[in-house]
């Protein structure tokens, strides 16, 4: 066997310029420059290989010899040491990548899947507000349980919906970091979620007006007012929401059936084509009352431009102290369905724009019960406004 350690720190600083053994192939190259660097020298698959162990004496004796067992260790498993070093630091280097980098990087790929490509930013948002601004610095394969604990904590409970979202996304961006081939924990989410426990919150749902209020209320609306008019269609035409009837265009009516597009609608792209809303006498009516207002073809202008905002139907009912939102109504139309309407679950959940059914049952489904809808939205108009038998 050949001597090691033959080396001593003193007689290493004192050697001249030249090549010095220390045993086992580690070899101290001292230059004319009186810069020094220590080789290790080894034989790989019957190929020589020559394999730097860092400057001399920021790197010491000692510390040279422990690196050189572990390399003729590999060596010995049959491993070229200099490639199992540069893998190693390539995989170093891959997995410094920040979670903020990751996470808008799963965004950008994501975003065909969004509604409007994300431009809401109702995606991203739980992760820039409470996430990204405590660990968004820290490479992803460094993230456990305990650090996505400690930074949804404070909102667990207070803001739990906001919180789940953001567990859900941090989720989604470390299965990312996977795709990407980074070591990241996939189960740091899943763990997280356990040590955070059961949340203690209470759905807060919209409140709605009681369905046998509702036609009282409808009657005092002001027929000639914007804002009450939109209010009137949008609880006869109780399958919208708030956005497509604000945008409203006479483009959008065809005989008595509005073609509410589908990027207006409440669903992912590519989700769901456009939803043709049946459109009762009295819908007919309201829109007929509406179109001296309209301007550049929607039905429901503000007052400087574009069309009137989210909030302007809610504060109609606010300022009449009522509890209930225009939201609401959506609930108020679903109870009557059951309590008095007859109507069957699948009908009135299409009525009101929910999926139903699971994935393999809506491929199959061809029809969007627009006959069916058509005579109970007349029927909801009839008692609405009070004309019903």
Known sequence: MRALHKLSFARARAAAPGKYSDGGGLWLFKRQDGGAQWILRVTVHGRRREMGLGRFPEVSIQEARVEADKWRAEVRAGRDPIKVRERRRRDAKINLYLLEDIARDCFEARKAELKEDGKAGRWFSPL???VLPKLGKIPIAEIDQRDIRDVLKPIWHSKAATAKKALERLSVCIEHGAALGLDVDLQAPRK?????????????????????????????LDPDSVA????????????????PLRFLHLDHIQDDVWNVPGEL???????????????SRQALSVIERAQPFQRDGFLFPSARKGVISDATMARLMERRGLEARPHGFRSSFRVWCSEVGDVTWEVAETCIAHSTGNKVERSYKRTDLLEQR?????????????SEP
């Open 128 to 130: 820039e507000l409470h």
């Open 192 to 220: 997280a979620r356990a040590l955070l426990g059961a949340q203690r919150h209470t759905v807060a749902h919209i409140p709605f007006m009681p369905w046998q209020d509702v036609p009282g209320f409808f009657k005092s």
């Open 228 to 243: 009450h008019l939109a209010l009137k269609l949008l609880i006869l035409t109780i399958g919208t929401r708030s956005k």
């Open 265 to 279: 609608m409440k669903s992912r792209p590519g989700a769901a084509a456009d939803f043709r809303v049946p459109l």
């Open 374 to 386: 058509r005579e109970v939205m007349q029927r909801w108009a009839d008692f609405v406004d009070g």
